[in-house]
């Protein structure tokens, strides 16, 4: 059994940046998502790692300002978030991709508690 833990989220002023990490322990994670929910909406694809590292897939509204990473030697993966809007005001979690659509929240399992981003303007 897999189990995800999130962590680095905060609390950081518009245009700031901040890197998250996913740590799995039971076993090794394969390929891995970000979705982020903010309240009170559905939660959003935000990025997907291939188990690999190649290829990453981004979400068009944090595109060339969100970068997905794996280290697979510690078994992790982290997201690093720059020019932070406060759009981009959420939870964040890690999930394990179990095939199918990488972009669907439907298609991973083993959601963490996830990490709280809060971007002030």
């Known amino acids: 059994q897999v189990q995800l833990v999130e962590s680095g989220g905060g609390l950081v002023q518009a245009g700031g940046s901040l890197r998250l990490s996913c740590t799995a322990s039971g076993r090794a994670v394969r390929s891995v998502g970000w979705f982020r929910q903010a309240p009170g909406t559905e939660r959003e694809f935000v990025g997907h790692i291939h188990w690999s590292g190649s290829p990453a897939y981004h979400a068009d509204s944090v595109n060339g300002r969100f970068a997905i990473s794996r280290d697979n030697a510690e078994n992790s993966v982290s997201l690093q978030m720059n020019s932070l809007k406060p759009e981009d005001t959420a939870v964040y979690s890690c999930?394990?991709?179990?095939?199918?659509?990488?972009?669907?929240?439907?298609?991973?399992w083993g959601w963490g508690k996830g990490t709280r981003v809060t971007v002030s303007s």
């Open positions: 999930d394990v991709y179990s095939g199918g659509s990488v972009y669907e929240a439907i298609d991973y």
